[in-house]
């Protein structure tokens, strides 16, 4: 009883905020405006950056630097063809001297990438752009703002239940998370790896890459948890994936060079 409170409320708030989105088509729990989306990523990035900067984390290396910009900002303009209100966005790019093996972008194109990425797997440039990509597709297909919505929803849910059970049902936010929450964020990783391939093969960069780099991802971070847990497709299955895409990438590589 107290779960179907809880479901029932996430539908209804599902239900109000369901938009089709732009790029991909797909029905998304949209309850954030892109505005404020847009906004409280750009104070979380000048955070981010101030405390790594503070912390003497932000790279130095101008050549390191200076490539990585080269690549992302051929792989900007191909955005602003898939997705023209990304064209005004105050795009930016920062490299974290941090072993972490990531990469991110933000609503509005506030992006990182770290250096642990790139020389743990000693990345070639056409692998950077796969992984830029790729993140900059989560921003363009609007992944952040579903993200912040199905958030808010959880929330919603979790305070309405509450009332309506006249108890604290937060315990129940792990399984509603499982039950709802992890099957959409698969389904936005697979999305962000089919728009990212085909965003890089429009800046000129191989889509064979994107095989290699997960290839290596797996070989450096291993086939990690159960498919069903995770929030990504589990490293064979993504690789197959990206197989798949890879014939049907290559005449939009050909044409770009």
């Known amino acids: 009883m107290k779960r179907t409170l ?3 409320a996430l539908l209804a708030a599902s239900l109000l905020g369901c938009q089709e989105n732009p790029v991909s088509g797909r029905k998304q729990l949209v309850l954030v405006s892109e505005e404020q989306a847009q906004a409280s990523s750009a104070q979380a990035y000048t955070q ?6 503070k912390k003497g984390k932000l790279s130095t290396d101008a050549a390191l630097n200076a490539r990585v910009k080269r690549i992302t900002d051929k792989l900007i303009v191909q955005a602003g063809g898939m997705y023209a ?4 966005w105050k795009w930016s790019v920062a490299v974290i001297d941090e072993p972490t093996l990531n990469a991110w972008c933000m609503p509005g194109g506030k992006m990182a990438i770290y250096t642990g990425i790139i020389d743990k797997l000693k990345l070639s440039d056409d692998e950077i752009a796969q992984i830029m990509g790729h993140e900059i597709a989560h921003a ?5 703002r579903e993200r912040m919505s199905r958030a ?4 919603g849910g979790m305070v309405l239940g509450s009332i ?15 039950a709802l929450t992890l099957p959409n964020s698969r389904t936005g990783e697979s999305e962000a ?14 889509p064979h890459a994107a095989v290699r ?4 991802m797996s070989a450096a971070s291993g086939n990690g948890p159960p498919q069903f847990l995770s929030t990504h497709p589990s490293p064979d299955n993504r690789i197959q994936a990206l197989n798949a895409l890879v014939p049907q990438m290559m005449p939009i590589y050909e044409k770009s060079r």
């Open 6 to 8: 809880v479901v029932v």
């Open 48 to 53: 981010t950056l101030s405390e790594a900067q």
């Open 85 to 88: 209100p990304s064209r005004s």
């Open 140 to 144: 363009l297909l609007g992944h952040g």
């Open 152 to 155: 808010m929803a959880m929330q």
């Open 164 to 178: 309506v059970a006249g108890q604290d049902l937060s315990a129940l936010g792990p399984v509603a998370d499982i």
């Open 193 to 206: 790896d089919r728009y990212g391939i085909e965003l890089a093969a429009r800046a000129g960069f191989d």
């Open 213 to 216: 780099l997960w290839e290596k």
